[in-house]
């Protein structure tokens, strides 16, 4: 009887180890790997190039923002260091005539921030509060203009940062994509509530809601519905006032 090899049986061939046939080029594959590969070193030359423009200026040209991905701007926001505010700092933000300025005002009690057909904030602007500051961001209607180093830093700073709103979040998307990647945490204001019809305002209200989960943004703390021109009409308003200067 054959005894039995635990192993590979072997039955008398020899074991050739030759090296196996290259794989078949695929022409297609490989000229899709060029070319991401080129378009990559394309935006990485981009990038490098607005970098540097945002080492020497404060601002980046609007052309030159269009050209790049918004992940690269992004990580080029990242870079830019906030600026030291001390104590309590609350921005304020929005696409024009969302009622800014009128925030402001009832904010601080006094007409001091300019409202009004044909009033817009040019420049970011600064009031004093009781033990705290607010700052009204220029409203801009394209709000990837916020891209600059100045916007950046304030944006970093602040203690609180207020975007408001009156019809849809989509309008100001790309800043609260921005803030998004900084990690940045933001509240949202439906202002001018009392425009809306009664029966209409818990519609409205999960319409927001329904954008926010759509662009899955996960650093808004709250969504206040107020009307600057009103204040006394909405409960939130005094919630939101608490919470600001507590």
């Known amino acids: 009887m054959e005894k039995l090899v635990q192993g590979t049986i072997n039955h008398g ?8 046939p290259p794989a078949p080029v695929d022409q297609n594959l490989q000229a899709q790997i060029e070319q991401a590969k080129a378009e990559q070193e394309r935006l990485q030359a981009a990038y490098d190039q ?3 423009q945002l080492d020497e200026h404060d601002t980046i040209d609007f052309d030159d923002q269009k050209r790049i991905s918004t992940k690269m701007l992004h990580k080029l926001a990242q870079k830019i260091a906030p600026v030291d505010l001390s104590g309590r700092n609350i921005g304020l933000f929005g696409v024009t005539s969302t009622g800014k300025s009128s925030t402001v005002n009832a904010l601080l009690g006094s007409n001091l921030a300019g409202t009004g ?35 950046i830093a304030y944006m970093k700073g602040l203690s609180h940062r207020l ?13 609260l994509d ?18 809306i019809d009664f029966e209409e305002r818990t519609a409205f209200r999960e319409q927001i809601n329904g954008e926010i ?9 709250h969504v206040w519905c ?21």
Not at 120 to 130: L, N
Not at 178 to 195: M, P, S, W
Not at 213 to 221: L, P, R, S, T, V
């Open 213 to 221: 989960n759509e662009f899955q943004w996960k650093n808004i703390d």
């Open 50 to 52: 607005l970098k540097l």
């Open 117 to 151: 057909v044909g009033e817009a904030t040019k420049e970011i602007t600064a009031y004093d509060g009781r033990n705290y500051r607010l700052y009204d961001f220029p409203g801009q209607n394209d709000d990837v203009s916020y891209f600059n180093k100045e916007s």
């Open 178 to 195: 921005l803030f998004e990647a900084l990690d940045l945490h933001y509240d949202i204001i439906i202002n001018k509530f009392d425009t």
């Open 226 to 246: 107020i009307s600057a021109k009103n204040p006394e009409q909405f409960p939130d308003w005094l919630e939101m006032v608490n919470y600001l200067t507590d």
């Open 13 to 20: 061939f020899p074991i050739l180890n030759l090296p196996l």
């Open 163 to 175: 975007v408001l709103i009156t019809a849809t979040v989509k309008e100001v998307k790309k800043l």
